[in-house]
């Protein structure tokens, strides 16, 4: 028996090749899960899905910033697949800017990726979760959220990404009556497409001299978690956050 089996997982934004979200989706459905991959382009969404390991996944278009996309791609995994058991809300957008270079635009791009995606998404497969009575949502944050910064993301998205641990805990607490889980996970530095390319060898000597396991985390770091809080394995957790860091904040 697989950790995951008979279960089916919404993943936001999970059709980059090198992206949290994909690492994640292969890891669930190496567990069993039946996968619906969303993204903004519905042929790359059509083809993570049709890479992940097993039979039956799906791939679907969702603007999550959207929220008729949203309850329209909920809908749509419902048909196909008669139940949504996990959701994780992984779509994200970063921008490397400074408080005072950071205009309106910025801070809309970056709150309605990270933060209005969240709670969009998680609005549209609620209903469904509520009246089954289960549920395991898993929001992604990031250890810019706790520090204030990091080397990518301005101050927009410290705030976005604090919002996404806020609103966590908010829906864990309503939720837990209807035996739905909310819980966020908190990144620290990992190779993406998100931080790739864009590194000169000093600024990569900088940030591993602040990283106690003293190497950059692998998308398969945070997918790990990830399934540990899609299953059953964390029944009785809800509400909280868990770094996956190399212990960039001890
Ligand atoms: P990535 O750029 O590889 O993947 C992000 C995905 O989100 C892409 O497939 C993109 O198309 C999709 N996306 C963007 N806007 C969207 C929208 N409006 N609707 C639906 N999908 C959308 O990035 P990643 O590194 O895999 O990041 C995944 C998540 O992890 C993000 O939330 C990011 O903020 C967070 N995170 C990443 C790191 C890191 O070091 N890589 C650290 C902390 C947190």
């Given at each position: 028996m697989k950790l995951l089996d008979g279960k089916t997982a919404i993943i936001t934004g999970a059709a980059s090749a090198r992206g949290l979200g994909k690492a994640t989706a292969t890891l669930f459905a190496e567990h069993g899960a039946k996968i619906a991959v969303l993204d903004l382009d519905l042929d790359a969404a059509k083809a993570a899905a049709a890479d992940l390991p097993g039979e039956g996944h799906i791939g679907l278009a969702c603007n999550v910033t959207d929220k008729w996309a949203c309850i329209d791609a909920a809908a749509a995994v419902l048909e196909a697949f008669g139940q949504a058991d996990i959701l994780v809300n992984n779509a994200g957008i970063t921008q490397p800017l400074k408080l005072m270079q950071i205009e309106p635009e910025n801070y809309d791009a970056v709150t309605d990726v990270n933060l209005r995606g969240t709670l969009y998404m998680s609005q549209a497969i609620i209903p469904h979760m509520r009246e089954r009575k289960t549920g395991s949502i898993v929001n992604i944050s990031s250890v810019s959220a706790q520090r204030g910064g990091g080397i990518f993301g301005g101050p927009h998205y410290s705030a976005a990404k604090a919002g996404v641990l806020g609103l966590t805990k908010a829906m864990a607490r309503e939720l837990a009556p209807d035996g739905i889980r909310s819980n966020a996970v908190c990144p620290g530095f990992i190779a993406t497409d998100i931080t790739?390319?864009?590194?000169t060898s000093d600024m990569m000597d900088m940030i591993l001299e602040g990283i106690p396991m003293g190497r950059a985390g692998e998308a398969s770091d945070v997918a790990g978690c990830c399934l540990f809080l899609a299953?059953?394995?964390?029944?009785?957790?809800?509400?909280s956050e868990v770094d996956v860091n190399g212990g960039s904040l001890i």
């Open positions: 790739g390319g864009k590194l299953s059953s394995l964390s029944a009785y957790v809800t509400g």
